[in-house]
C-alpha cells in the first residue's frame, strides 16, 4: 500500500484546511486510517483515526472538537478536515494505515504498517 498526503500549507489562526490521503496498490476497506503529526523537536503523536468502515472515530484530545477523520472506500481515500487552526497545531501531518485486526490500538504508531510522506501545515499566529 502506497499512500499520498495532501492538502497542507500555511493558514492563519482561526482557519482551516483538509488534508487528504489516498491510497494505491491495494483497496483499503478492510484497513483503518488515521493522521499522525509531528512538530518540530517533538515526538510523532496521535491526531485522529477512522475504523474501516467509518463506524468508529478517534480524536487526541488536543484536537477534539475541531478536526474531524473521514473516509471514502469508493476513491480509497481518507480525509481530515481542520477547523478553528491554532499555532500549536504546526507540524507535518502523516497518514497511515493497517489491516484491520481485533485488539490492535488505533493510537499508537507502532500499529501501523504503512505511512504517507507527510504534508506540512503551518499556522500562523
Known amino acids: 500500500v502506497q499512500l499520498q498526503a495532501s492538502g497542507g500549507g500555511l493558514v492563519q489562526a482561526g482557519g482551516s484546511l483538509r488534508l487528504s490521503c489516498v491510497a494505491s496498490?491495494?483497496?483499503?476497506?478492510?484497513?483503518?486510517m488515521a493522521w499522525f503529526r509531528q512538530a518540530p523537536g517533538k515526538e510523532r503523536e496521535f491526531v485522529a483515526a477512522?475504523?474501516?468502515?467509518?463506524?468508529?472515530?478517534y480524536y487526541a484530545d488536543s484536537v477534539k472538537g475541531r478536526f474531524t477523520i473521514s473516509r471514502d472506500n469508493a476513491k480509497n481515500a481518507a480525509y481530515l478536515q481542520m477547523n478553528s487552526l491554532k499555532a500549536e497545531d504546526t507540524a507535518v501531518y502523516y497518514c497511515?494505515?493497517?489491516?484491520?485486526?481485533?485488539?490492535?490500538?488505533?493510537?499508537?504508531?507502532?500499529?501501523?504498517?504503512?505511512w504517507g510522506q507527510g504534508t506540512l501545515v503551518t499556522v500562523s499566529a
Open positions: 497511515a494505515t493497517h489491516e484491520s485486526h481485533i485488539g490492535t490500538s488505533m493510537v499508537v504508531p507502532s500499529s501501523y504498517d504503512y
Open positions: 496498490g491495494r483497496a483499503i476497506s478492510n484497513y483503518a
Open positions: 477512522i475504523t474501516w468502515n467509518g463506524g468508529t472515530m
